[in-house]
């Protein structure tokens, strides 16, 4: 078992910057395909930036550039940096390693 806990969300105006932090715990190693996903009202949950390690890292079009997802395996941490926010980026962010998800967290992004 994995469990997942994420962080860092919050309400920010357009242009503005947050870090997501994602903090595993369990039957985990240094080599998870983790990535991070997102929904908004409305809409599925689509893949944000994944990171398959050892693989090239991947980031949805409408975040390239915006948005780095990075890893500490020391802390067991993934994080989602996410610079140049705008209001298209609200949603419920989710972590995801391996198979396991964490419960979201809540990004706004004021106009």
């Known amino acids: 078992q994995v469990q997942l806990v994420e962080s860092g969300g919050g309400l920010v105006q357009t242009g503005g910057s947050l870090r997501l932090s994602c903090l595993a715990s369990?039957?985990?190693?240094?080599?998870?395909?983790v990535g991070w996903y997102r929904q908004a009202p409305g809409k599925q949950r689509e893949l944000v930036a994944r990171?398959?390690?050892?693989?090239?890292?991947i980031y949805a079009d409408s975040v390239k550039g915006r948005f780095t997802i990075s890893r500490d395996n020391a802390k067991n941490t993934m994080y989602l940096q996410m610079n140049s926010l705008k209001p298209e980026d609200t949603a419920v962010y989710y972590c995801?390693?391996?198979?396991?998800w964490g419960q979201g967290t809540q990004v706004t992004v004021s106009s």
């Open positions: 995801r390693r391996r198979l396991y």
């Open positions: 990171d398959p390690h050892g693989g090239s890292t």
């Open positions: 369990g039957n985990i190693s240094s080599g998870d395909d």
